[in-house]
């Protein structure tokens, strides 16, 4: 089945700085979703983005489907931003998502 | 839009007891639903596919006589842990798409502990 890698799996940061987070998928893919899970569990999604490029707030994502990555990129990171970023991604005609690992990102004050 | 709601989010049971857990997509009609499990501090693993009316597609591995999903309606699937064990402690949750494309909403989720 399809492969995904996440890195890093771990970052820490000072409140107010920018990071990317990275996603590689080893097929084509049809659906890739990147989530921010909360501290409670929520899965929360922050971008529906198979190829293309993507802004929302202080958060972008951009997908190279021909070269088989995602990145998220965060800026002005704040405290809140802290938790798991998930990337999952579907392939073919399937509706089922393969997750990576995630990042866990920390972002002290 | 696109809310998914889960009940309970947390329930502790006795081992040898089943128990029902809820999905509902609460502001769409959901083509298919899916239950995914998630142990401490690791990724999400897909256990089920349902659609509304027939009957789930289990992920290899997935006991079917143990975990039984029923896709009720288009907006409510329910998961049930027959005879629950220890084992079966884990976070559950579920998901929905609305079927104009591949996007998955996913529910709060659901702690279950196994006494």
């Known amino acids: 089945g399809i492969q995904v890698e996440q890195s890093p799996p771990d970052l820490i940061l000072q409140e107010g700085a920018n990071s990317t987070l990275r996603c590689n998928f080893s097929?084509?893919?049809?659906?890739l979703q990147w989530f921010h899970q909360n501290p409670w569990g929520q899965l929360i999604n922050l971008f529906y983005?198979?190829?293309g490029t993507k802004q929302n707030g202080r958060l972008s994502a951009t997908t190279v489907a021909t070269e088989r990555y995602s990145l998220l990129y965060i800026s002005s990171s704040q405290t809140t931003d802290s938790g798991v970023y998930f990337c999952?991604?579907?392939?073919?005609?399937?509706?089922?998502?393969?997750f990576g690992k995630g990042t866990k990102l920390t972002v002290n004050p | 839009g696109a809310v998914v709601s889960q009940h309970p989010s947390r329930v502790i049971c006795k081992s040898g007891t089943s128990v029902k857990i809820e999905c509902r997509s609460l502001?769409?009609?959901?083509?298919?639903m899916f239950w995914y499990r998630q142990f401490p501090k690791k990724s999400l693993m897909l256990m089920a596919t349902?659609?509304?009316?027939?009957?789930?597609?289990?992920e290899q591995g997935v006991e079917k006589d143990k975990f039984l999903i029923n896709h009720a309606s288009l907006t409510l699937s329910t998961l049930t842990v027959t005879s629950a064990h220890p084992e079966d402690s884990s976070f559950y949750i579920c998901?929905?798409?609305?079927?104009?494309?591949?996007?998955?909403?996913f529910g709060p989720g659901t702690r279950l502990t196994v006494t």
């Open positions: 998901s929905a798409d609305r079927g104009t494309s591949y996007e998955q909403y």
């Open positions: 097929d084509s893919v049809n659906n």
């Open positions: 983005i198979p190829s």
């Open positions: 999952a991604v579907g392939q073919g005609g399937s509706e089922k998502l393969v």
């Open positions: 502001d769409f009609q959901a083509t298919t």
């Open positions: 349902s659609n509304e009316g027939s009957k789930a597609t289990y």
